[in-house]
């Protein structure tokens, strides 16, 4: 976008120029995936993991961990490999808790929060990394 001053023209930052339509998109997918952390939260409450607290000790994560975590809006990035392999390890980790990360990889890997095709990529390959892969280790999630 060019923007004229006198006899100057120059180019409008890249950041500046607000493309509703990609803007309004991506802003809709992060509230996607804000939702599905939301989920999360819901769940635990109905589990009956009503403290930030009894929260942690059951996802297996600290209690800042938690916290932030279910804030549903840290970074705007989603839970990280380390955090789901974290949860997903923890003993008495309640069944839907379970079945809420593999749903949550199986849509983040096929793009429904609006990540790159590169992002998805590093975030594939940490999980096969981490042991989660997005195929087959999923399946063999403990208490699948």
Same mark, same amino acid.
């Given at each position: 976008?060019a923007v004229?001053?006198g006899?100057m023209?120059? *180019?409008?930052?890249?950041h500046s ?19 599905k952390i939301r989920e999360?939260?819901?769940? @635990? ?8 607290d009894?929260?942690?000790a059951?996802?297996g @994560?600290s209690?800042s961990t938690?916290?932030?975590l279910?804030q549903a809006?840290?970074k705007h990035?989603?839970?990280? $490999? ?8 923890t003993?008495?980790l309640?069944?839907? $808790?379970?079945?809420w990360?593999?749903e949550?990889?199986?849509e ?11 992002? @998805? ?5 940490q999980?096969? *990394?981490?042991?989660?892969g997005?195929?087959?280790? @999923?399946?063999a999630l403990?208490?699948?």
């Amino acid at each position: 976008m060019a923007v004229e001053f006198g006899e100057m023209t120059t *180019q409008a930052p890249h950041h500046s120029i607000c493309r509703a339509g990609l803007f309004s998109n991506a802003t809709r997918l992060k509230e996607r995936q804000a939702a599905k952390i939301r989920e999360l939260q819901s769940l @635990l409450r109905t589990e009956g993991f009503c403290s930030v607290d009894s929260q942690a000790a059951a996802l297996g @994560l600290s209690r800042s961990t938690t916290w932030a975590l279910l804030q549903a809006d840290h970074k705007h990035s989603g839970v990280s $490999v380390i955090i789901l392999n974290r949860m997903r390890t923890t003993p008495d980790l309640p069944q839907r $808790v379970r079945q809420w990360i593999e749903e949550y990889v199986h849509e983040r890997l096929a793009g429904a929060y609006g990540h790159s095709p590169n992002r @998805l990529r590093i975030f594939e390959k940490q999980l096969g *990394q981490e042991g989660l892969g997005a195929g087959a280790a @999923l399946r063999a999630l403990p208490g699948s």
